[in-house]
């Protein structure tokens, strides 16, 4: 159990909570600043949901679902970090930014969001820091553990 993996947990959520304050301070709702013409804006925005604004309002099962992920991680990094430290990291991604959209649910009944992508003429849902602690570290779990049972299933060479 690692202290490394809880400081990263907390810096993403002071960073997370942090540039959401900026933007409930300084931009109007809906407000938006090219940051990147055609690709990346700042745009001041509110999501009562989850993903692709999934299930709105749905504000119990959000707290529901994010203490069992918040539980089941702080279990994880206690118990299966010793033996495969690669996991830790991700984790705590996975860790910081849960609380972090959790704070928002808890105390603004909403998330807010600003990291508005245009990926060729698509416009990705807009995001935050949490969302993207929260699917770094999940990817980089799926693809650690990819890998790990691929080189379990590889053939020992003599
Ligand atoms: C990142 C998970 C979403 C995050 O989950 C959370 O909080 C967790 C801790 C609690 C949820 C109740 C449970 C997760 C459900 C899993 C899920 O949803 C499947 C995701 C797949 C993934 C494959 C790539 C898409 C990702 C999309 C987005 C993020 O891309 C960077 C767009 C984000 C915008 O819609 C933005 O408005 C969302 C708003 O900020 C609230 N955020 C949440 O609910």
């Known amino acids: 159990m690692k202290l490394g993996y809880y400081v ?3 810096v ?8 959401k304050e900026l933007v409930v301070r300084h931009m109007e709702l809906y407000d938006s600043i090219p940051l990147v013409k055609d ?7 509110r999501n ?4 692709w604004g999934m299930l709105q309002g749905q504000m119990w099962f959000f707290y529901i679902v994010t ?14 970090t010793k033996n495969e430290p690669f996991l830790g990291w991700p984790l705590s991604l996975i860790l910081g930014g849960a609380i ?13 969001d600003f990291i508005d992508v245009y990926i060729f003429t698509y416009n990705y849902p807009i995001f ?15 693809i650690a553990t990819l890998f790990d049972n691929k080189k ?3 053939p020992i060479n003599e």
């Open 8 to 10: 990263l947990a907390a």
């Open 12 to 19: 993403i959520i002071l960073v997370d909570q942090w540039t």
């Open 39 to 45: 690709f990346l804006y700042l745009t001041s925005h």
């Open 48 to 51: 009562k949901g989850a993903a």
């Open 67 to 80: 203490v069992i992920v918040v539980i089941g991680i702080i279990y994880f990094l206690i118990k299966h």
């Open 100 to 112: 972090g959209n959790f704070i928002d649910r808890v105390f603004r009944g909403e998330v807010v």
């Open 128 to 142: 935050n820091i949490a969302d993207s602690a929260l699917v770094v570290g999940a990817f980089t779990i799926i």
């Open 152 to 154: 379990k299933e590889e």
